[in-house]
């Protein structure tokens, strides 16, 4: 059974930062697509930051590039998102999903979700 579990979200404020982490079970990290999507209230979801399996590639959302970096742990089967420079706009759920499709836009596996708050 292939599950993914993401952690690491809470409250934080405006230009500070968080990691989140995506953990899976049944199947190896290092040889999927992984995306990170998020959420935010009222608004549809959208694709944070993709990171392909064939030549380590990435791909970045515009607004969260330079701010924003997704990576994977070989050891620990588990990618990850560190994010920089919080805004208010990060405000959103976010999921990290797996077999992410052509421009980083869907996928066919996907966890939970994490809750970020960034407010004063």
């Known amino acids: 059974q292939l599950q993914l579990v993401e952690s690491g979200g809470g409250l934080v404020q405006p230009g500070g930062s968080l990691r989140l982490s995506c953990a899976a079970s049944g199947f190896n990290l290092n040889y999927r697509t992984i995306g990170w999507f998020r959420q935010a209230p009222g608004k549809e979801r959208e694709g944070v930051a993709c990171i392909w399996s064939l030549d380590g590639s990435t791909y970045y959302k515009d607004s969260v590039k330079g701010r924003f970096t997704v990576s994977r742990d070989n050891d620990k089967n588990a990618v990850y998102l560190q994010m920089n420079t919080l805004t208010p706009e990060d405000t959103a759920d976010y999921y990290c999903?797996?077999?992410?499709?052509?421009?980083?836009?869907?996928?066919?596996?996907w966890g939970q979700g994490t809750r970020v708050t960034v407010s004063s």
């Open positions: 999903a797996a077999d992410v499709r052509t421009g980083c836009a869907e996928a066919d596996y």
